[in-house]
Structures are given as structure tokens and as C-alpha cells.
DNA sequence: CGAGACATGTAACCTGTTACATGATTCC
DNA sequence: GGAATCATGTAACAGGTTACATGTCTCG
């Protein structure tokens, strides 16, 4: 359900044709949640069948017709309700970390070159959350300081969060490098404990 | 895909039937990865057809009959490869961060209070991070100190992030405190620059 | 002349969730 | 007597991905 409010909230700002959200959504939104067009497209014939927005068709010279997507009374009411819903279960699905789980498997040297191939992600994240901010910086000096309060905080949280990672991920190479020779255990037979 | 792997890693400590690995997933991959009952019958199933996997039943008295499964040498060599295959984008998709990049429609109020959940939240994440820590402690102390090498570190770093997270959750809150009557804005109307 | 913006979709597939079914044994 | 453990599944549905189809205009 999460995309449907994402959209919502997405169209709460003003009518737009799916097209429209999906730019929204790479400039805007991508770095929470994402979805492909035929999934976006799909959604939002779903939530107007529910009565959660109401389209109509533009036709266009020179350019293909549109179908423009406007929230309705209810649409507001159930992104509204979910905004101060309890929260789901906070439980992270992380490629990554299941890899480290299974590490031991693999050499030393390989498993070093996982933890660098991270950093240098992680590292790449945290530029363009820097950049992000800059960016920012620039838009209040000419509009109103508290415009995209939630959205500045955001980036720099995220920020913070990466940067802890790429800490830790740090840590983890400079073990490996300083003790190349040490046995590593992979797992109890049992799973018991941890 | 990852589920797959999930289960292959398991399954190379030991002969183990569906039920065992789901137990194994609870007590240990939990935090990293998870799936259903069903979700992972059905997998084990699709593994066992591609060749991953094989299983033979043992009939049991007093109790069901079970499957017991073990990894193939073609399963092996798929495990490891993924292990040190290149890294998949790392895309996250965070229903509490989305909430908050949309939190502007709702009252400072009830921002505070999801706020507050999500700060609970993630104390008693951390706390369990750190009751496993020391479980750990233990069993170094009875067997080898570098048994389960990477679980300990990943533990450790999920307790960080977590820390991370929660101190910015805490500085919105102490931000969010001190200035109520602060207007703050939404979104851009075109989704500009952030 | 080719790439990219504009614009919306279908079909097939994979992944993940929820509800349900079955049935003996053991422990409180 | 009721709950938990052991043990494996089916059926239906929801959420998400990938590949493909279509066609014009504009800009370099």
C-alpha cells in the first residue's frame, strides 16, 4: 500500500498526469520509494476505481494525449490517516547485510573487495546528499527558510546514516587488512545464540 | 533471488528439513532477512527443481513426516558466486522515511508523536542488538573467540545504525519542541531541486 | 540522423503475504 | 482442556519487475 500514498502525497500538491509523477518521483521522492511506470500507471487506475482520485483526458497536438490525475476528498482523508497511523513493523529486507552474514564462506581478500565495492557506494550516496543540501541552501536564500523543512531533514538524516555504515564498513576492512591470516568461523550448526 | 541465497547459506552448515530452517531464520537470519512458511516451501521446491538442492523424505513416528534437504555441489558453487558478485543498486524503500517526507500535511502534534514511536522503536532494537552482543560474549568465553566472526560484526553495525538514526530522530524532536509555532512547508509544486 | 522528451499502457512473470487445512504428542 | 511443538503444504491475492509496443516533435 505504501506506493498508493506515496502517489497520494505526490498529488496532493496539484493535479498531474502520470507522466508528471514519475518525474516527481525520480527528482523528489526516488530516494524513499520508487516504482516502475507500468507499476505506477497500474496503481493509479486502482486508486481512482477506489475513489481516491478522479482523471480526465487532455488532448494534445504534436504531443500524445494525457490523462491528468486530481486527488479527491477521500484520497486527502486516507493519506491523512496513514500519515499519523501506527507504524508498520520496521523490518529491513538488506541484500548487503545478508551477504556479511554469509561471509565467512568466501576469502579474506574477497571479502574485502565487498566491503570496498560499499564504501565507494556509500561514499557516492553521501556526496550527492551534500549536494542535495547545497542545492537547498541556494533555494532558502531566495524563497521562504522553511520551505521543504521535512525534506532537508530527511536528506541530512539519511545522510548521518550513511555516513555510520560507511564508518563501521571502515572498520571492518582495516580488521581484515591487519589480520590477514586469522581463522574465521561461519556458522553454529544450530543457529543457536545470535 | 535473495531468499534463495538466504536458504543455500543455511543449508550449508547441515542436512535440514523446512521446518529447521525456519527455525534457523528466526533465531538468526531474522534481522537480515525473512519469509514465510509458504513463501519458503515453495522456494525450497524451486531450488530442489533447478538442481540446488536435493531432498529425501524420513517417516517418523509420533510426528509428521518430514523432507530433509542438502545443498549440491552446483548449489555450493551458486552460493559462493553470489557472495562475491558484484553489488546490487542499494535501493531503499522505507515506509517511515516516506511518511516523513509528507509529514508537513499533518499538525507538529502528531508529527511528535510518530516521532516518539519510531525513537521506542528503535531502543528496543537496540537493546536486542545488545542482549545478542553479549549472549556472544558468552560463547566465546566457552569455545573459540573468532567463532561466528561477521554475525558479531553485523550485529555491531546494525546496533550504529540505529544509534545513528535514533540521535537524528532525537534532534527533530528537540527541534520540533522548541519552536511549535513555526510554519513549515510542504512539497515544491514541481518537486524542484530536491 | 539519432537521441531524448513526451505519454500510456499490456502481458508475463517473480516475489511476498494471508488464510486455511491436517493431526499426533507433550507440557502446564 | 488448551497451548505449543513438530511438519508440510495449497489457494488466492497483492506488490513489484522486465520486456515490449506505439508514435511525434525537438534539439544538437
Redesign the pocket.
Known amino acids: ?4 500514498y506515496a502517489l497520494l502525497g505526490v498529488l496532493s500538491t496539484r493535479e498531474m ?7 516527481y518521483f525520480d527528482r523528489a521522492v526516488h530516494f524513499v520509494w ?6 505506477t ?6 486508486m481512482e476505481r477506489d475513489g481516491l482520485i478522479t ?1 480526465r483526458l ?1 488532448h ?9 490525475y486530481r486527488m479527491t476528498d477521500a484520497g486527502r482523508a486516507e493519506l491523512d490517516a496513514w500519515l499519523i497511523s501506527p507504524l508498520e513493523t520496521p ?1 529491513r ?1 538488506d541484500p548487503f547485510l545478508l551477504r556479511l552474514f554469509f561471509m565467512a564462506r568466501v576469502s579474506p581478500v574477497a571479502a574485502q573487495q565487498i566491503l570496498e565495492a560499499r564504501h565507494e557506494e556509500l561514499r557516492a550516496l553521501i556526496a550527492v546528499g551534500e549536494e542535495r543540501l547545497e542545492t537547498y541552501g541556494d533555494l532558502s536564500k531566495s524563497s521562504r527558510p522553511e520551505r521543504l523543512w521535512w525534506q532537508v531533514r530527511l536528506i541530512n538524516g539519511m545522510r548521518r546514516m550513511h555516513m555510520a555504515e560507511d564508518e563501521w564498513i571502515c572498520e571492518l576492512l582495516s580488521e581484515l587488512r591487519s589480520s590477514p591470516e586469522e581463522p574465521i568461523d561461519g556458522l553454529l550448526e544450530d543457529g543457536a545464540a545470535i
Open positions: 500500500m505504501a506506493l498508493r498526469s502520470g507522466y508528471d509523477i514519475k518525474r520508487n516504482a516502475s511506470d507500468s507499476q500507471y497500474r496503481e493509479l487506475r486502482g482523471s487532455v494534445q497536438e504534436a504531443k500524445p494525449n494525457k490523462r491528468l523490518y529486507k
